[in-house]
């Protein structure tokens, strides 16, 4: 697993939601070909948060860990 980089989160907070689902679509989708349960890992609780600190708004950070849990089963 590699670290994260300042460059990757600074990327990331200039991301458009639809952006953003697809770049965290495609880290669930390496993960999980990897055999990784990513799932495991994290809670929506903790993806949750994690968005509200790089300030993303309440609703939009709701619905990215819908649109994540949705998505979770269909992927």
Not at 48 to 53: D, G, M, P, Q
Request: hydrophobic share 40%.
């Amino acid at each position: 697993m590699k670290p994260a980089r300042f460059s990757d989160m600074k990327r990331v907070r200039k991301m458009e939601l639809n952006e953003f689902n697809r770049w965290v679509t495609s880290i669930y989708k390496s993960g999980f070909d990897d055999g990784l349960d990513v799932g495991a890992l994290w809670s929506d609780e903790d993806i949750y948060e994690l968005l509200r600190s790089e300030h993303i708004g309440v609703e939009r950070a709701a619905r990215i860990v819908e649109r994540l849990l949705r998505g979770k089963d269909g992927i």
